[in-house]
């Protein structure tokens, strides 16, 4: 059983910045693609980036394509969404996943999820 467990998480003001981290464990970290996503109350839960197993491929949503870097540590097992020109609406709750397979922007295909951290950005 694969457990994801998120933080970073918080309040901070327009144009500034928070760092997720989720840590990844009961399966080798080394097999898992890994993907952000977030949802607010007014949405449906939504892509935001993913990273492939080795590193070489990361992907983003448009909106937030500039402003996010997504990152992994493989000796840490853990997985990173550094966040920066943070606006209002990326107010939402930010999930970890992870799936044993290519990187993927569906949430479908995705069998691990953290909990979930809330991020709140104030203008």
């Known amino acids: 059983q694969v457990q994801l467990v998120e933080s970073g998480g918080g309040l901070v003001q327009a144009g500034g910045s928070l760092r997720l981290s989720c840590v990844v464990s009961?399966?080798?970290?080394?097999?898992?693609?890994l993907a952000w996503f977030r949802q607010s109350p007014e949405k449906e839960r939504e892509f935001i980036s993913a990273?492939?197993?080795?590193?070489?491929?990361?992907y983003y949503a448009d909106s937030v394509k500039g402003r996010f870097t997504i990152s992994r540590d493989n000796i840490k097992n853990t997985v990173f969404l550094q966040m920066n020109s943070l606006k209002p609406e990326d107010t939402a709750v930010y999930y970890c996943?992870?799936?044993?397979?290519?990187?993927?922007?569906?949430?479908?295909?995705?069998?691990?999820w953290g909990q979930g951290i809330h991020v709140t950005v104030s203008s």
């Open positions: 996943a992870g799936r044993e397979g290519l990187a993927s922007a569906k949430i479908s295909e995705y069998a691990s």
């Open positions: 990273i492939s197993k080795n590193r070489d491929n990361t």
């Open positions: 009961g399966r080798t970290f080394d097999n898992y693609s």
